[in-house]
């Protein structure tokens, strides 16, 4: 099968990437994170074996090491990085002789073509405005239609019972809205942002999982360590209260 055809080629690469990564970086204290994979193309059973076993050979490889590596912990994508997929597909991890020290990701950017779409696709159009209370009626057409607060309330519990309930910390690795410069009804457009980083914040949080927001440059500037957006960095933080 298709899936399988380069799956041996690909667990030798990944053990000697994560020996030669793990054994240079083995004397970092537990500040040093390592994980498996960025966002693996798994959407069905078949798939999602192959892939727990990239996770598997990279969990032995880091072990293999010694020294931090013996005990640092590690995050293992789900299928995609998408909650419904990792919720379906992920009913194993894999094995670590390290007990404690594996942990789930996902990422969340739902709905994409709110969150981050650069420009109209022939699959949907970008939406400008989000949220119960921000639909525009200058521009009603780039209103979202799906993915709203409802949406948000249903997919973190999922994360919540299959993980962290378990005692399997869950960190969505990315997450994040970004501001356009097109929308007609800006206002309304800006208050949409703020209340999806807001409202995702803080139910990624009462959920016991921990978020990570994706700074592409836009949200802090780390060549002169300043903010570039208050404004989003202010809804970051008041979703964390």
């Known amino acids: 099968m298709l899936q399988f055809a380069k799956q041996d080629a690909v667990n030798a690469k990944q053990k000697a990437y994560w020996e030669q990564i793990a054994t240079a970086m083995r004397d970092f204290d537990e500040h040093v994170m390592f994980a498996s994979a960025n966002e693996p193309a798994a959407s069905d059973a078949t798939s999602m074996s192959v892939l727990l076993s990239y996770h598997q050979t990279f969990v032995n490889a880091v ?20 909650i419904d997929y990792t919720d379906n597909l992920m009913n194993t991890l894999p094995t670590d002789p390290t007990p404690n020290r594996v942990m789930v990701e996902v990422h969340y950017y739902e709905p994409f073509q709110f969150t981050a779409l650069s420009a109209d696709a022939s699959w949907g159009s970008m939406f400008y405005y989000w949220g119960q209370n921000n639909h525009s009626i200058i521009e009603p057409s780039r209103n979202a239609t799906w993915g709203e607060e409802d949406f948000v309330l249903a997919e973190f519990p ?15 690795g ?68």
């Not at 072990?63 to 998408?82: D, F």
């Open 63 to 82: 072990r293999s090491t010694g020294a931090h590596n013996t005990y640092r912990t590690l995050a293992v994508q789900g299928p995609s990085t998408n």
């Open 158 to 172: 999922k994360m919540k019972a299959k993980f962290v309930d378990k005692g399997i910390p869950v960190i969505v």
């Open 174 to 241: 990315e997450y994040g809205a970004y501001r356009r410069t097109t929308p007609l009804d800006m206002d309304r457009h800006q208050a949409s942002v703020d209340h999806w980083i807001t409202f995702v914040t803080q139910q990624e949080i009462s959920d016991g999982l921990k978020p990570f927001w994706w700074d592409t440059g836009g949200l802090i500037d780390r060549r002169n360590y300043t903010v570039s957006d208050q404004r989003s960095l202010d809804a970051i933080m008041l979703g964390g209260q």
